[in-house]
């Protein structure tokens, strides 16, 4: 059974239109975290919630937002598109951020920019 | 530079054999560092936890070492299988520092 669900898988967008990406988890977990991750490059942390509290990485541009209405659901919302943010966004949820937690990232939403 | 190096960037290997990918990293001190294994199109998953005092932990046929003196870590893959085609990435946990990846495809 999917545990950290994301949609869509494909996203197709135009230059400068918003879009919203989606991940809902069914593991009650406390944290989830956005990634982005381009070809042949590390996953890089965009932004994470614990609970409510968002935690922004330094280096996200403002571009870049997020939501979490509750704790199924966390959203990425990429106010302006360009070029350069075709990539694939990886969603991930952690019970807590302690040591030994184990973080479960779901299938990712592979974005492309027209 | 990267916190995460690792080597090599992409490896072929015959079904059935061995190999190891080497994870080299900055990050210090730290306490958690962790492999994951990420198929194409899919979301990474959790291969191997260790901590700054574990020298080696292991999964089925995937063994993960650690010299924290030499700040190196190690993936073996045993009698290597086709699906065990993937990415590998190590990724030092406490500042969720993600290497690369070793690209790893196994030919029957």
């Known amino acids: 059974d999917a545990m950290v669900i994301q949609n869509p898988r494909y996203q197709v967008t135009q230059f400068g239109k918003p879009v919203t990406l989606s991940c809902s988890q069914t593991?009650?977990?406390?944290?989830m975290y956005w990634y982005q991750q381009k070809s042949s490059q590390a996953p890089k942390l965009l932004f994470h919630?614990?609970?409510?509290?968002?935690?922004n990485e330094a280096d996200t541009p403002d571009n870049f937002q997020s939501r979490r209405p509750n704790t199924s659901f966390c959203f990425l919302d990429i106010r302006s598109p360009g070029l350069g943010d075709a990539a694939m966004y990886l969603c991930?949820?952690?019970?807590?951020?302690?040591?030994?937690?184990?973080?479960?990232f779901g299938p990712g939403t592979r974005l492309l920019v027209l | 530079k990267n916190q995460v190096e690792q080597s090599p960037q992409s490896l072929i290997i015959l079904e059935g054999k061995n190999c190891t990918l080497q994870c080299n990293y900055t990050v210090s001190p730290f306490s958690n560092l962790r492999w994951y294994k990420q198929d194409t199109g899919r979301g990474p998953v959790s291969l191997t936890i260790?901590?700054?005092?574990?020298n080696t932990k292991s999964n089925g046929r995937y063994t993960a070492t650690l010299d924290a003196d030499t700040k190196q870590s190690s993936l073996h893959i045993t009698a290597s299988q086709l699906s065990d085609s993937a990415s590998y990435i190590c990724v030092v946990w406490d500042r969720l520092a993600f290497g690369k990846g070793n690209q790893v495809v196994v030919i029957p």
């Open positions: 919630y614990y609970d409510k509290d968002f935690n």
């Open positions: 991930a949820t952690s019970r807590d951020q302690g040591l030994q937690e184990t973080q479960y």
């Open positions: 260790m901590t700054f005092s574990e």
């Open positions: 593991l009650n977990h406390n944290v």
